[in-house]
């Protein structure tokens, strides 16, 4: 993110008015792009959401007991708990 002088980039009347709210004051100003959900650019949430998906047959479907899932995703059992049964 590059700082920017206001003054030499709003029009005068928007510059004025942002002085009498702001004086002084670094602003941040938010791009108008929405903001991507966590995991959504790096496919992240596709991976987990299909691993998730893939703990919950094994278990429901093939009757995986839970200490046997939580050693091959090397995860805890609270956590292949809380996979099942969200």
């Known amino acids: 993110m590059k700082y920017r002088n206001a003054s ?3 029009p005068d ?5 942002l002085q009498k709210y702001a ?4 602003l941040y100003v938010p791009s108008d792009k929405g903001r991507k959900k966590w ?9 987990y959401a ?3 998906e893939e703990i919950r047959h094994k278990y429901f479907h093939q009757k995986t ?9 090397g ?3 609270e956590t292949v708990r809380k996979i099942l049964y969200r």
């Not at 007991?65 to 995703?73: M, N, R, V």
């Open 8 to 10: 030499e980039i709003l």
């Open 13 to 17: 009347e928007l510059f004025k008015a």
């Open 23 to 26: 004086p002084g004051e670094i």
């Open 39 to 47: 995991g959504a650019g790096t496919g992240a949430r596709l991976y």
């Open 50 to 52: 299909q691993r998730n």
């Open 65 to 73: 007991p839970i200490d046997t899932l939580s050693h091959a995703y």
């Open 75 to 77: 995860l805890s059992d």
